[in-house]
C-alpha cells in the first residue's frame, strides 16, 4: 500500500516490531528475549533506531508511552510524571538525549526508577559512562547501537520504492546518497524525501544533479560530544604516527564540523613538548607562533596556519624522553616520602643567618670549570650513592645531542650512563 499521509517518510517508515530494526544484529536477539519490563539506556549514533526500539518495546511490555526530550526539559516534569504514574500505575518514559540531563535531573529520576513507578528508556548519542550518574547506570542496563550498514539502507531505499513514488536514481547516486548518510536512516530518508519534493518519478537523477543539492551537508561531527573527543584522538595519533596525511584528513573533518582551532592548536602544544621534545625544540616554538597568529586572525585562514603546523609535527622526529622523565621522577618523588632534606651546599643564603648556618656554603659554580661542568651531588644526601635516572634520551634528532654531551660529562663520574 502506498504511503500519502503528509506524515514526515521518517516516521511512516517507522517499525512496529522488533524483527523490522535494521542492523542492530547482536542486539536485537537479546531484546527479544526479554519478557518483563526493564529501565533501559541505548546509546549509539543518530539514525540507529533508538526510538523505534524503545516504542516497540513499551507495546510488548504492554505500558503507555510518555516522551520527554532532556534539551526542553526538567525537574519539575519529572515530579510531574511521577505523580501521574502513582495515580494512574507504571508507564514507559521514553527520555530522549539524556545525557544532556544534569546531575540534580538525572537524581530526580533515581526512586522512581529503582521502585518501578517509571520504566527508563534513556536515548543518548555519548557514552553513558562520561554523562550519566553512577548511580542512574547501576539502575538500568546500558546497550550500544550501531550505525547501520550500508546494506540496511538499501534494504530501507527498496521499501521506500515499493511503497512510494520516487525518482530514478543510478547505483552511483545512490552511493553518493550512502555515504552522506553515514549510517543515519533517519537522515538517509530525508535525503530520499527531499528529492521526491524536488523531482518527478520519471527524472533520471544523476551523480552531478546530486552532489549540487547536496554540496552544503555538514559532516557528522560533533564538536560537544564522544564524536569530538575521538577525532582529536585520531588526530593526534596520525601526527605521533608521522602520517601527515591522515592529520590534514582528520584536521579537514574537524574544521569543517566547526571545532574551535584554539582547542586544536592547545592539544598541537601539549604533543608537541610531549611527543616531540628535545628531538625537535622548534616544535614547540612554531606552535606557540601559530597559536598567536591564530588568535589574531580567526578562521577560516587560521586553517592555512593549523595546516603548516600538522604537517611539521607529523615530520619531526619523536621523543617523548623529557615526558616520561618527569612522570618517572613524579612517581619516585612520591615515593620518597613528603620530607626532603636539601643539601646545605644547594639551599638559598639570602641573609648572613642563612650563610651562618652553612646555607650555599661550599657550592661550585659550573661556569668556574673546564666544558662548564662538575662533578656534582645535586640530589638530597641520602641519594647521593645511587642517585636515580630519570631521562633517557633517545638517539633521535636534538635529542642525540643532549644524550652525547650528558654521556660525555656524566660517565666519567659514574654515576649516570644516559643510555636509551
Sequence with gaps: MLFNNKEPLANLLRPNTLDEILGQKKLIPILQKLKNPISIIFYGPPGSGKTSIAKILCSTWKLSYKFLSATSSGVKEIKDLINEADKSGTFCL???????????????????????????????????????????????????????????????LDNIKNN???????????????????????????????????????????LSTAKEILSSQVIQFDKSGDNHYDFISAFIKSIRGSDPDAGLFYLSAMLEGGEDPLFIMRRLAIFASEDIGNASVSALQLVSSAFDLIQKIGMPESRIILAQVTVFLAGCPKSNASYKAYEDANLFQKNYGSEISIPLHLRNAPTFLHKKEGNSKDYKYPHDFQNGFIDENYFPDNLKKNPPQFYFPTDRGNDKLLKDRLKSIWEKSGKKSYKD
Design 164 to 206: 512510494l513514488s520516487i525518482p530514478d536514481f543510478d547505483n552511483e547516486v545512490i552511493n553518493y546518497f550512502l555515504k552522506t548518510a553515514g549510517g543515519d536512516a533517519r537522515k538517509f530518508i530525508g535525503i530520499i524525501e527531499l528529492f521526491k519534493e524536488l523531482f518527478s518519478r520519471e527524472t533520471n537523477i544523476n
Design 94 to 156: 521514553f527520555l530522549d538525549e539524556i545525557h544532556r540531563f544534569s546531575s540534580s535531573q538525572q537524581d530526580s529520576l533515581l526512586d522512581a526508577v529503582e521502585t518501578g513507578k517509571l520504566i527508563l528508556i534513556g536515548a543518548t548519542t555519548e557514552n553513558p559512562a562520561f554523562r550519566i550518574n553512577r548511580a542512574l547506570l547501576s539502575r538500568t542496563q546500558i546497550f550500544k547501537m550501531e550505525k547501520l550498514e550500508n546494506d540496511d539502507l538499501q534494504k530501507l
